[in-house]
């Protein structure tokens, strides 16, 4: 299809996770859709379980797709069984795959006919972003030549060695099902290995998936799923009393491998005198919450640590602009958003170099931790705590350095390169396009010559 230059690109874009009002995987789809609706003519489908969320957003291009009875019965089996208490995640996603299975191919028998008769330029499948389930409507946009995108996916990174018992805690033992399904489900393969571009939010993954499928570097390229809101930059005036208390923030669910407890074990191991200089913060929830509890009770830390519980985000923005380090030691995090929104308050981070958050920070803007072992991740976190309550100078220099990093994960600015790459796919389909009517009609005139 020949774009014209006086409109924009018609976009038909899937996200089954889309909300207005999550947080995690909906709420990223739905900051590409509103920030792409912007830049290009959008047609949104999602689950009908997002609509009530989007009734007073004001947009008439979203379609839903409603679940049958039978796999909302389904739905409740599959909670009862792998989501009480501690969530079995990768038993989950395993039972999970015929409710998004329904969705997948009712998304192709509403869009397929549009797809084949050119209604789109470009058709971009965002949510589910792991790596693990096929999309039917890439065998109409092939059949009319139609680029199909992907992404940005994320997912696939093992638990670091050295962490075996908090693996353990989270059923990593299960994780095979993930490699099982690449051969089971059908059109998994053909998804990655016909699609014409592929956004990839972490290098590991990128690599992975280059490796699985032998993607060459052209169709695939790196774009961090997370992003952060213009109006969400706030560079934060703190104080620089030099005997005030320094601030240290958490946040993030109260699971093992988020590593809530490295932050409150490397606090119980500082010097008396620094450890009274210090406040920690942990704002989330879990069913970790009641051993960390324990734990500071048992290291004498009540005075330092709070507790804050689960709170709404707009609440959790003060939390980051109050703190004044923050300290995030997750072992194996596909996207971390709350790094980023540490970054727009120019908090200075201390994270695990190891999937998403590594890329995130910059050595100017934080610390970053090789994951060698829960002891090493505990003594080097005491150490960059240590450092960072006795350097001022470094704080203040990291905290400007995190909020100029955080600029370049505006949400504008991603649907942007996205969109470029959208335009970049088309152009190369109609080349291939023009090329293969060149071929017919060649091949006509070799035929009536003869």
């Known amino acids: ?55 007073n957003k004001g947009y008439d291009n979203i379609v839903y797709i409603s679940e049958s009875n039978a796999i909302k019965q389904y739905y409740q089996s599959v909670a009862s069984l792998a989501m009480k208490g501690q969530v079995n995640w990768p038993l989950y996603h395993l039972l999970s795959y015929p409710i998004y299975a329904e969705f997948d191919h009712q998304v192709y028998q509403a869009f397929k006919q549009q797809v084949l008769q ?80 592929i956004f990839s939010g972490s290098t590991y993954t990128l690599n992975l998936v280059q490796k ?9 390229s790196l774009l961090h799923e997370n992003g952060i809101e213009n ?12 005997d005030r208390p320094i601030n240290l923030l958490f946040v993030g669910r109260l699971v093992p491998y988020k590593c809530a407890d490295v932050v409150i074990e ?25 051993n960390l509890e324990k734990m500071v009770q048992d290291l004498h830390l009540e005075s330092q640590v709070n507790f804050a519980g ?10 980051y602009r109050q703190a004044d380090v923050f300290c995030f ?34 050595e100017e803007a934080g610390f970053k931790i090789e994951p060698r072992s829960r002891e090493y991740l505990v ?35 991603k649907a942007i390169k996205m969109h470029e790459v959208y335009e970049s796919a088309l152009a190369s389909s109609n080349t291939v396009s023009d090329s293969s009517n060149e071929s017919n009609q060649l091949t006509s005139k070799e035929f009536h010559t003869a």
């Open 310 to 319: 689960w709170i709404p985000q707009q609440e959790t923005f003060n939390y």
């Open 231 to 242: 109006d969400f930059l706030m560079e934060v005036e703190r104080s620089q009393t030099s």
């Open 379 to 413: 003594e080097q976190m005491k150490e960059k705590i240590k450092i960072l309550v006795e350097d001022q100078k470094l704080r203040t220099q990291m905290s400007a350095n995190s909020f100029e990093r955080a600029k370049e994960f505006i949400w504008s600015n």
């Open 212 to 220: 699985l499928f032998a993607i060459p570097d052209e169709r695939i």
């Open 118 to 197: 050119g209604q789109y330029d470009i058709v971009h499948a965002i949510t589910p972003m792991m790596p693990r389930y096929p999309y039917k409507i890439i065998k109409a946009c092939q059949k009319k030549n139609i680029p199909f995108l992907l992404g940005p996916i994320n997912g696939g990174i093992p638990f670091p060695a050295g962490f075996e018992e908090t693996a353990k805690k989270e059923n990593a033992s299960l994780n095979f099902l993930r490699a099982l399904g690449r051969y089971l489900i059908p059109g998994y393969v053909e998804t990655y290995k016909k699609a014409t571009h």
């Open 1 to 55: 299809m020949q774009k014209s230059n006086n409109r924009k690109l018609k976009i038909l874009l899937i996200a089954e996770q889309c909300n207005p009002d999550w947080s995690s995987v909906p709420f990223v789809g739905y900051n590409f859709f509103k920030e792409i609706n912007q830049i290009a003519d959008v047609t949104l489908v999602t689950h009908a379980r997002n609509q009530p969320d989007f009734e």
């Open 329 to 362: 030691p997750s072992i194996r995090e596909f996207g971390g958003a709350v790094v980023i929104e540490a970054m727009a308050c120019g908090l200075p981070c201390i994270v695990v170099d190891y999937g998403g958050i590594g890329e995130y920070v910059t």
């Open 266 to 290: 490397a606090i119980g191991k500082l010097e008396s005198s620094l450890q009274n200089r210090v406040k920690l913060s942990i704002v989330g929830d879990g069913y970790e919450k009641g």
